[in-house]
């Protein structure tokens, strides 16, 4: 697990540099990521050339209660670490940041307990001295099931600023500190207002060459790699994945025996928010996932049973999407037809009449649903989310609750129109509506890990199965 002491000191980019400085050494790299964050997963993926999984505590609790709930995120780990060396596990926020004040849920220790393996600390020195003994004393000592391989120091002065620290830290803790990564202006990777740029768009190799380098010069590579050995031999060859085989995170076994349903999904610059898992879980249920671009491609894949529109970019990339005429004219043909449409933010955006920028530019979108998009210059509902559907529809049950994650700087002008979810809010905040619901779409702010709510990939492959089964009936009566 590479924690850090707080948002910010650099978890993302040691964790790329570890990641490049491994794979150099001829390690296959397995990185999972604390948490709902898709775009440092994005990085990731990009580096070690495998899907980078998602480890979320506080969303899979609905699917694994209690005790069980190492059983979804233990299945997660296991094949994700199928045929790799290593693993690497970049925590979220400060290591014990979560949900609340007074719980680690949802937090990297609480994911470092669960799965049982060790914690490399990331710490910024830039404006420290001994205090740098207080801070990691305090964070090795708070919880003491926790257990730490070592510390690796940031935006340290130099050299003998880096002496000083480490002196510090482990004449007073024993805890090694494993190396450091000097002050440089070029060791930034540019950001927006979702965060970093995703790695489909910007040069971030640049970046990643730069902390590689730092990390195989000032750091103990091999002293990691030892310490993990030492502390959990499950994060180094983990050897075959111990999902059963009926599907790998235990699900319900393939219907139908193989991919006769087709879901077709967006992904392209400006879709490309999705849990790995997510995707997984639907191939595991017997669908074939077919991608499509809504930026390039001119009509939907032929032979489809439904659509899945992830979270992205679309205001970024409006302009573009507003020009592909004939993909929104695709779509509106196929939503005519009722094909099952799921869309989480990015999607909703891009179904509904159109988005206005910052500067006051409409684009004109798909028009599926209702209102209109606007952007904004602030977070709007921020954060997990606990939800229960409105009524019985095609997806889910009335009162069904779940857990969900929302991050949005946008507004839509056809919230209530025809409301899918209510959103039960927090610290004694009132309730609201949320997203848009039909006989045949579901478009939200709220982002799902079907882990958590497994009868939502399940209800989803089923509708494309009947779609299917009608489009078939329909080719026979013409």
């Not at 850090?4 to 001829?26: N, R, Y």
């Not at 970046?207 to 499950?234: A, H, P, T, W």
């Not at 009162?399 to 899918?420: I, K, L, V």
Request: a negative charge; hydrophobic letters at 40%; glycine letters at 12%.
């Amino acid at each position: 697990m590479i924690a850090g002491t707080h948002s910010g000191v650099g978890k993302t980019l040691v964790t790329m540099g570890l990641t490049a400085a491994l794979k150099e050494k001829g390690k296959l790299v397995q990185v999972f990521k604390v948490g709902p964050d898709y775009i440092d997963s994005s990085h990731h993926r990009a580096i070690s050339g495998r899907p980078c999984f998602n480890l979320d505590s506080w969303m899979l609790r609905e699917y694994g209660v209690g005790a069980q709930l190492i059983a979804p995120l233990q299945k997660i780990f296991n094949k994700g670490m199928s045929g790799a060396d290593v693993g690497l596990i970049e925590g979220v926020m400060g290591l014990y940041d979560g949900f609340s004040g007074k719980s680690d849920e949802g937090s990297s220790a609480e994911i470092a307990k669960l799965l049982n393996v060790p914690v490399l600390l990331v710490l910024d020195g830039s404006a420290l001295a001994r205090s740098a003994a207080a801070i990691v004393q305090g964070f090795t000592q708070f919880d003491p099931e926790l257990k730490f391989v070592g510390v690796l120091l940031n935006r340290v002065g130099g050299e003998g600023h880096a002496a000083i620290l480490k002196e510090a830290i482990e004449s007073t803790t024993k805890i090694p500190v494993i190396g450091f990564i000097p002050r440089d202006k070029t060791l930034e990777i540019p950001e927006r207002h979702l965060g970093l740029v995703p790695a489909q768009e910007g040069d971030f190799q640049k970046s990643v060459e730069v902390m590689k380098n730092f990390i195989s010069r000032y750091c103990d590579i091999e002293g990691i790699l030892e310490g993990i050995r030492q502390s959990n031999d499950s994060l180094v060859g983990a050897g075959p994945c111990a999902c059963p085989q009926e599907g790998g995170h235990g699900g319900p076994p393939l219907r139908n025996g193989g991919h006769s349903i087709r879901i077709a999904y967006a992904w392209d610059e400006a879709f490309h928010f999705y849990y790995q898992d997510n995707i997984d879980f639907l191939e595991e249920l017997g669908a074939e996932l077919v991608p499509f671009s809504p930026i390039h491609d001119h009509r939907l894949p032929d032979d489809i049973h439904a659509l899945y529109f992830g979270g992205g970019f679309p205001e970024v990339y409006a302009e573009a999407l507003q020009a592909n005429v004939t993909m929104k004219e695709s779509i509106l043909l196929h939503s005519k037809q009722e094909i099952s449409i799921y869309a989480e933010c990015g999607g909703l955006m891009y179904l509904s009449e159109g988005i206005t920028d910052l500067e006051g530019n409409f684009y004109r979108m798909a028009g599926i649903i209702p209102g209109k998009i606007k952007m904004t210059d602030r977070l709007q509902n921020f954060g997990y989310q606990q939800a229960n559907f409105l009524k019985d529809c095609w997806v889910g049950n009335a009162g069904q609750t779940f857990r969900a994650h929302e991050f949005h700087y946008s507004t839509w002008s056809g919230e209530g129109t025809s409301p899918a979810h209510r959103v039960q809010g927090k610290n004694g905040a009132g309730d609201r509506t949320e997203g848009y619901l039909n006989s045949h779409i579901l478009a939200s702010y709220l982002h799902l890990h079907f882990l958590a709510v497994p009868e939502r990939a399940e209800q989803l492959v089923q509708a494309a199965r009947e779609f299917k089964v009608k489009n078939v009936k329909r080719k026979v009566q013409v």
